[in-house]
């Protein structure tokens, strides 16, 4: 399994942004898919973001099309989701994940990765 660990959020007024950082542990990840999922207080983790490791194809939820960006930075292991106009309703935690994948868009349900990581909390004040 991949090592991952999520660094970059906190406590942030409505319409502000934040970088979110994952770092993979070392390794090669050319078929893997990388992904951003959150999880609300009472809610089921939901679907954010996602990226092919080496042919950068995303597939992003609709709630976060034009907001938020996810990348990959191959020199440093890692993957980042910027994260812009943030609305209440961003304020969760939000984990990085990665699965071996075969196809070029990443998948967005859960099971399809195998590796999260422990998770950085978001919250958005009005």
């Known amino acids: 399994q991949v090592q991952l660990v999520e660094s970059g959020g906190g406590l942030v007024q409505a319409g502000g942004s934040l970088r979110l950082s994952c770092a993979a542990s070392?390794?090669?990840?050319?078929?893997?898919?990388m992904g951003w999922f959150r999880q609300a207080p009472g809610k089921e983790r939901e679907f954010v973001a996602a990226?092919?490791?080496?042919?950068?194809?995303?597939t992003i939820a609709d709630s976060a099309k034009g907001r938020f960006t996810i990348s990959v930075d191959n020199a440093k292991n890692a993957v980042y989701l910027q994260v812009n106009n943030l609305k209440p309703e961003d304020t969760a935690i939000y984990y990085c994940?990665?699965?071996?994948?075969?196809?070029?868009?990443?998948?967005?349900?859960?099971?399809?990765?195998?590796?999260w990581g422990q998770g950085t909390q978001v919250t958005v004040s009005l």
């Open positions: 994940a990665a699965g071996h994948t075969g196809t070029l868009a990443p998948s967005r349900s859960l099971g399809a990765y195998d590796s």
């Open positions: 990226i092919h490791w080496t042919f950068r194809f995303t």
């Open positions: 070392e390794g090669t990840f050319s078929n893997y898919a």
